[in-house]
């Protein structure tokens, strides 16, 4: 069992940044591939960027590529999201997600255990 629990969100401006974080707890985190993903509103839940257990294998979804940065401390069981120049189209509830493996990829039915989740809201 892992438990899962995203922070850093907010409210912010276009263009500006945030750092989500997201502590992990329970069986080795160092074995699990996480994921970030994001829910708008009516909309249904997006990968947005994946690495793998060790950390030398990372993939991002096109919207974000080279705005968003994920990164992992597995000494502090710790997965981070850094976001910069954010937009509206950005707004979205933020979850982490860690996989049964080493391996997660982009499909959400890779991923067992999930956060519940931080807000981020970006104003034009």
């Known amino acids: 069992q892992v438990q899962l629990v995203e922070s850093g969100g907010g409210l912010v401006q276009a263009g500006a940044s945030l750092k989500l974080s997201c502590a992990a707890s329970?069986?080795?985190?160092?074995?699990?591939?996480m994921g970030w993903f994001r829910q708008a509103p009516g909309k249904d839940r997006e990968f947005v960027a994946h690495i793998n257990s060790n950390g030398d294998s990372i993939d991002y979804r096109d919207s974000v590529k080279g705005r968003f940065t994920i990164s992992r401390d597995n000494a502090k069981n710790t997965v981070y999201l850094q976001m910069h120049s954010l937009n509206p189209e950005d707004t979205a509830a933020y979850y982490c997600?860690?996989?049964?493996?080493?391996?997660?990829?982009?499909?959400?039915?890779?991923?067992?255990?999930w956060g519940q989740g931080t807000q981020v809201t970006v104003s034009s």
């Open positions: 329970g069986r080795t985190f160092s074995s699990n591939a």
């Open positions: 997600a860690a996989a049964w493996g080493g391996w997660g990829g982009r499909a959400l039915e890779a991923y067992v255990y």
